[in-house]
Nanobody, 121 residues
Framework: QVQLVESGGGLVQAGGSLRLSCAAS????????MGWFRQAPGKEREFVAA????????ASADSVKGRFTISRDNPKKMVYLQMNSLKPEDTAVYYC??????????????WGQGTQVTVSS
């Protein structure tokens, strides 16, 4: 079992930055690829980025390439999403996920509760 808790969301102006964190529990954390997803009001949840268990491989959506970076710290059981050059269209609830059945888009077996990111223009 894996439990995930996101933090770091908030309100930021366009062009600003935020770093989301995801704290994981579970003894086999390093074995799990991890991902970030987001869901904007009235839209379906969409893939943002993913990272392999070792951290050696990453994937990201075209809409965030060059702006968002996913990383992980296995000893601390943490996953991060560094978001730079934020745009109003990045406004969404961001979810951390673990253990995809299909790399990198999922579906994923474990989900956090989400953290709100709001980007003002």
């Amino acid at each position: 079992q894996v439990q995930l808790v996101e933090s770091g969301g908030g309100l930021v102006q366009a062009g600003g930055s935020l770093r989301l964190s995801c704290a994981a529990s579970g003894r086999t954390f390093r074995n799990y690829p991890m991902g970030w997803f987001r869901q904007a009001p009235g839209k379906e949840r969409e893939f943002v980025a993913a990272i392999s268990g070792s951290g050696g491989s990453t994937a990201s959506a075209d809409s965030v390439k060059g702006r968002f970076t996913i990383s992980r710290d296995n000893p601390k059981k943490m996953v991060y999403l560094q978001m730079n050059s934020l745009k109003p269209e990045d406004t969404a609830v961001y979810y951390c996920a673990a253990d995809p059945r299909v790399w990198p888009h999922g579906p994923y077996n474990y989900w956090g509760q989400g953290t709100q990111v709001t980007v003002s223009s």
